[in-house]
């Protein structure tokens, strides 16, 4: 293929340009992953821009949403869940989790799209 080929390609039949990989997460990997820890990332909204996101997730279910620029500043509050192997909010519904070297990535849809992805410190880090 030509350079940008496969973008013309993705612009024309819908398929997503940016494409998730990693290793999928099962229920207690998800809970692992996020319940007690605080995150940073970006939500990938539905026509194709991006907001940064700084959550906190907690043990008890609830998810505690941060203005990035004043951390200490709480935005939102919502309920979160493990169902199987998928990770659920009250804004997204219930969606896969890929494990991509330091990078949570929730995806949703087929094919898979992102919705939110996560910077994860290390284990021990």
Not at 23 to 42: C, K, M
Not at 47 to 64: I, K, Q, V, Y
Request: contains cysteine; aromatic residues 8%.
């Amino acid at each position: 293929d030509a350079p940008g080929e496969e973008g013309r390609r993705a612009l024309e039949t819908g398929e997503p340009i940016l494409k998730p990989r990693g290793r999928r997460l099962g229920g207690e990997e998800i809970r692992a992953a996020f319940a007690g820890r605080r995150l940073a990332g970006v939500t990938w909204l539905h026509w194709g821009t991006r907001a940064t996101l700084l959550t906190s997730w907690g043990a008890d279910g609830e998810r505690h949403e941060f203005h990035p620029a004043h951390p200490e500043r709480r935005i939102a509050t919502q309920r979160w869940w493990v169902e199987g192997d998928r990770l659920c909010t009250a804004d997204e519904g219930c969606n896969a989790v890929l494990a991509d070297g330091r990078f949570l990535h929730v995806v949703g849809g087929e094919p898979p799209r992102f919705l939110m992805t996560f910077a994860a410190a290390p284990p021990g880090g």
